[in-house]
C-alpha cells in the first residue's frame, strides 16, 4: 500500500508535522540563518593547531555567549581530521588535535531570541573547511555543497519529496565516489524547539516539503576513510 502525498507519516499529516506557532514568520528563521554563519565564521578564526574537537566546542559556547546565545537545540560539533566521518550520533574525539591540512567541520545549533520578533529561532547550519590545505577534502566539501544544490533546484523545479530529495543525493554521491552517509537525514527547523511539532527526518517524508522549515542536510565520506564533509542549511 502506498502513502498518499497528502499524507505524513505515522498517521500525521504534512500540515502536524509543518507546524509553527501562531506568531511565527519564515524572517525569524533566515535571521537567525545568518547570524549563525556569521558565528561560524568567526569561530573558524580562532580554531588553533593543536585544539582537541572539545576545546573548540568550548571556544564556540564562548563565541555563542558572546552574541547572547546560551542556549542551543543541539550542542556545537566541531570535528578534525578523520573524525570529519563522524555524525551528530556519535561522541567527539578526546585526544585528537588539530593538525595542518586537517578536514574539519562544524555543526552548529544555536537558539536565537529574537527580541522583535518576540519569539527563539533556531540556527542550524553546518559547513566543512580544509585546516591549511587538504585539496582531497577539499574536493569532498565542494562536491557536498553542490549536490545540495542540484537536490534544492531538483525540489524547486520537479517538486521533490522529502524521500526524492534523498534518493537523488545518494545517487550523486556514489556517482561522485563517496559513501553517503546513513542516518544523517534532515529534520524540520521552526521557532523554539521544534520537536514540539515533530522529530521526522527530511529524508523519510513522503511529501513535497514546504520552503525554508526543513534542514537539508548531507555528509559524503571519503571511501578510506580519511575525512568526510558535512553540509547543511535551510531547504
Ligand atoms: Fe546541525
Redesign the pocket.
Known amino acids: 500500500m502506498t502513502t498518499p502525498h497528502n499524507l505524513g507519516v505515522h498517521g500525521r499529516t504534512q500540515a502536524e508535522l509543518e507546524a509553527v506557532s501562531p506568531e511565527f514568520i519564515r524572517d525569524g528563521l533566515f535571521r537567525a540563518r545568518e547570524k549563525t554563519i556569521s558565528v561560524l565564521e568567526e569561530i573558524r578564526r580562532m580554531l588553533r593547531e593543536g585544539m582537541t574537537e572539545n576545546d573548540a566546542r568550548l571556544l564556540a559556547l564562548t563565541v555563542f555567549k558572546s552574541h547572547g546565545v546560551t542556549k542551543h537545540w ?1 550542542k556545537p560539533y566541531i570535528r578534525f581530521g578523520s573524525g570529519t566521518t563522524l555524525t ?1 550520533n556519535e561522541p567527539l574525539q578526546a585526544e585528537y588535535r588539530l593538525r595542518t591540512g586537517d578536514a574539519y567541520y562544524l ?3 544555536p537558539v536565537w531570541a529574537d527580541a522583535d520578533l518576540g519569539l527563539e529561532y533556531e540556527g ?3 559547513d566543512t573547511f580544509a585546516f591549511g590545505r587538504n585539496t582531497e577534502a577539499e574536493k569532498c566539501a565542494e562536491t557536498a555543497h553542490a549536490i545540495f544544490r542540484e537536490a534544492q533546484a531538483a525540489w524547486r523545479a520537479t517538486k521533490l519529496t522529502g524521500e526524492e530529495l534523498y534518493r537523488l543525493m545518494e545517487k550523486r554521491a556514489r556517482k561522485e565516489g563517496y559513501v553517503f552517509v546513513a542516518g544523517v537525514e534532515g529534520h524540520r527547523v521552526s521557532d523554539f524547539p521544534h520537536h514540539k511539532y515533530t522529530k521526522e527526518n527530511l529524508a523519510r517524508m513522503p511529501f513535497v516539503p514546504s520552503e525554508s522549515i526543513w ?1 537539508l ?1 548531507l555528509q559524503l565520506n571519503d571511501p578510506a576513510g580519511r575525512f568526510g564533509a558535512f553540509f ?1 542549511d535551510l531547504l
Do not use: S
Request: glycine share 18%; no cysteine.
Open positions: 543541539h551528530f555543526d552548529l545549533g542550524d547550519y553546518g534542514v542536510e547543511e
